[in-house]
């Protein structure tokens, strides 16, 4: 009964900072919790992020501020301004809850756990 308290005060800390797409990670957000995520807008056509949209074609891609070959599918809006154009160097922030899904990697000939936000930007 302890455990359960430290648990969700351990979740609301964790969630309470700005984050860079690069540290999201299927072992550390657990499924529907809730992140505030940073990155840039990337063009309709990137496949910088991990498989097809998760949910339907108007899914886009938040890449992380510093490694560029780093993005995270997200399922919502896109920002006012965001045109998805290679010259959009803005700074977007997404509040989000983490999804988790499977692709297949063909290259790999694999399946592989995939770490996609759902939610609506600030």
């Known amino acids: 009964m302890v455990i359960r308290p430290l648990l969700l005060l351990a979740g609301v800390v964790a969630t309470a900072a700005v984050r860079d797409v690069r540290t999201l990670s299927i072992q550390a957000d657990a499924p529907y919790s809730r992140v505030e995520v940073q990155g840039r807008c990337l063009p309709a056509a990137a496949t910088t992020a991990l498989g097809e949209a998760p949910r339907s ?4 891609q938040l890449q992380d501020l510093q490694e560029s070959a780093t993005a995270v599918w997200v399922s919502g809006s896109r920002p006012a301004g965001c045109a998805g154009e290679a010259k959009d160097t803005a700074t977007y922030v997404v509040r989000a809850r983490v999804f988790i ?3 297949r990697v063909e290259a790999e000939n694999t399946r592989r756990a995939r770490l996609y936000l759902v939610g609506s930007l600030r």
């Open 57 to 60: 074609a108007s899914d886009w």
């Open 101 to 103: 899904d499977t692709v």
